[in-house]
């Protein structure tokens, strides 16, 4: 009877709160337009400050517009093992269990990251920080930055700023026992991460707080953790109080809701709120693409269709990837690194497709799940090294690359002269701007098609060496009616430009 009583009066005091918000503040403030768009980003999921930093005029140099980082914020650092399979002290995931938001993370100082986000806008790169804002941690007692807590203590918060305590969450264990309950999704607790209540003004004033304490450092937007879970009304109140980034318009606000969910918990549903990653998108290119060692192979004559038209979220409003780090770790249902050549023509074709604001996953070596990054033994992310073969550096792959920059320089053309075999050979041109031909087959195969380009001899750009000094690639013949006869390797593509002409002799 007790508790009855008193989950009725913290129902009760979550409803005033809710309705005593001042009326200045009202209706949280639409998305003013533009909110800065990302272009072609680089994912280096948990790479180091001091490396990202680094890294940056390659980036700018290879045509990434923006970075995204790992979760920046003081995280769980766990001292002890737990039972059975729990046998990595470090897992990444520790970074995903947020303590403070002070900046004393596994990936560096608060200065490292500063300086960090200063190099990278300095080379023309803009920083997209990974956000862990529906929740605080699930286990554990000290973080990176040294401050100790308690479940439902932190120096931020107290008991009164969770669901569990309060009594919200409705599951009997205050867990998420099905994922298309609304309240569950919304008010319990994920994979056991304390669920934080994101409803009221002093959650909301937090953690605009600490974005804007990022905005203020230069960072230009957000892939926003466990959107889902936060749901839309909590979200654009929080985006209602965030500042202009340092181009003067406000941040890129990327959510990330899983699909299936019904409803107001489907990815189009957060469309009003922000952009939303593409994850549907992410599984329907691994069945397109897709290579199992039973050598079921997949057709990407399919893709011929792929976006609004293919049941997924529309282009404009779409952070579209071919893996993530949630992703990489699944690959029953998407690519990953892995998946080698497969994965590599994936993200290529994705970047020439035009669909959503491309990103390429770029990580370490991992065998197991929950392996830690190369770190120290006390957790710390020692410095990413392309030579090292413990950091897979796929940003850096030069079939990739060649394709960021076409997909730069071929805009927003619109697609002509769409080609497949309807097995597992597709081509296409971008309005007279440029053409790419995939093979994701077993064996070569040659195709006679149209280009939309004039005549000439083209770089391949993805075989080119050293892009950039002359051509050093096989070329490829556009004849006087733009016609192309050219043989694509298996798991490979071919593609130019029409910068990459390099003679109007055929
Ligand atoms: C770890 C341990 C857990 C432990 C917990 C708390 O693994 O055993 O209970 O700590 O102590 C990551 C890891 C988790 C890790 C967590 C915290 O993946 O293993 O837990 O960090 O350290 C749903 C959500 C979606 C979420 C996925 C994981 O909707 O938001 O579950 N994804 C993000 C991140 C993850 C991260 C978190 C959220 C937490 O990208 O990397 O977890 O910050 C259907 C449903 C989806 C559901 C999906 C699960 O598709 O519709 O809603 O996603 O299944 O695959």
Not at 415 to 431: G, H, L, M
Not at 445 to 450: A, F, G, M, N, T
Request: charged share 20%.
């Amino acid at each position: 009877m007790f508790r009855r009583i008193s989950l009725l009066a913290a129902t009760a005091l979550a409803g005033t709160l809710t309705l005593t918000v001042p009326a200045a503040q009202g209706a949280p403030e639409k998305r003013p337009t533009p909110v800065d768009e990302p272009g072609v980003t680089a994912n280096l999921w948990e790479w180091n400050w001091k490396s990202i930093g680094r890294e940056c005029s390659t980036l700018a140099a290879d045509g990434y517009t923006g970075v995204q980082v790992a979760p920046p914020q003081n995280s769980l650092k766990r001292t002890e093992l737990g039972s059975g399979s729990d046998t990595i002290l470090h897992p990444w995931w520790e970074v995903y269990q947020p303590v403070t938001y002070d900046l004393t993370s596994r990936m560096g100082t608060e200065d490292q990251f500063k300086a960090m986000v200063t190099k990278c806008r300095k080379a023309g790169v803009k920083v997209y920080v990974d956000a862990v804002i529906n929740h605080m941690t699930g286990q554990g007692k000290t973080s990176y930055g040294g401050v100790d807590y308690k479940p439902y203590h932190y120096p931020d918060y107290g008991p009164k700023n969770f669901h569990f305590t309060t009594g919200e969450c409705p599951s009997s264990d205050g867990g998420i026992q099905d994922f298309n309950n609304k309240l569950q999704v919304f008010k319990c607790n994920l994979v056991g991460l304390e669920d934080l209540r994101t409803e009221t003004d002093k959650v909301q004033d937090t953690l605009a707080d600490y974005l804007n304490k990022l905005i203020g450092y230069g960072v230009s937007g957000f892939r926003v953790d466990a959107a889902k879970h936060i749901g839309q009304d909590d979200l654009d109140a929080i985006y209602s109080r965030l500042h202009k980034t340092k181009d003067g318009v406000k941040p890129y606000w990327a959510l990330e809701v899983f699909g299936g969910g019904p409803g107001i918990l489907s990815p189009e549903a957060f469309t009003r709120s922000g952009d939303v990653l593409g994850l549907d998108a992410a599984k329907q290119m691994q069945a397109a693409f897709k290579s199992y060692p039973d050598a079921h192979i997949g057709s990407i004559a399919t893709l011929e269709v792929f976006g609004k038209g293919s049941g997924l979220t529309s282009s404009k409003k779409t952070m579209s990837f071919v893996t993530n780090h949630d992703t990489d770790r699944n690959p029953g249902e998407y690519l990953g690194h892995k998946d080698g050549a497969t994965f590599i023509l994936a993200n290529e074709w994705l970047l020439a497709s035009g669909y959503g604001s491309p990103q390429v996953f770029s990580s370490f070596e991992w065998e197991t799940r929950d392996d830690s990054p190369p770190a120290k033994a006390n957790g710390l992310i020692t410095d990413a090294d392309c030579t090292s073969g413990k950091w897979t550096c796929d940003h850096r792959d030069r079939g990739i690359v060649a394709m960021v920059k076409w997909h730069n320089y071929v805009g927003g053309a619109k697609r002509a002269n769409f080609y497949t075999d309807d097995a597992n050979v597709i081509a296409f041109s971008k309005d007279g701007k440029g053409w790419a031909a995939f093979n994701n087959g077993t064996d070569a195969k040659q195709i006679r098609v149209q280009t939309g380009l004039p005549k000439g001899t083209y770089c391949d750009v993805i075989h080119d060496k050293d892009p950039g000094k002359g051509c050093d690639g096989p070329t490829v013949v556009v004849n006087s009616t733009g016609l192309v006869t050219v043989k694509v390797a298996a798991k490979d593509a071919v593609a130019f430009t029409r910068a990459d002409r390099i003679s109007n002799l055929t």
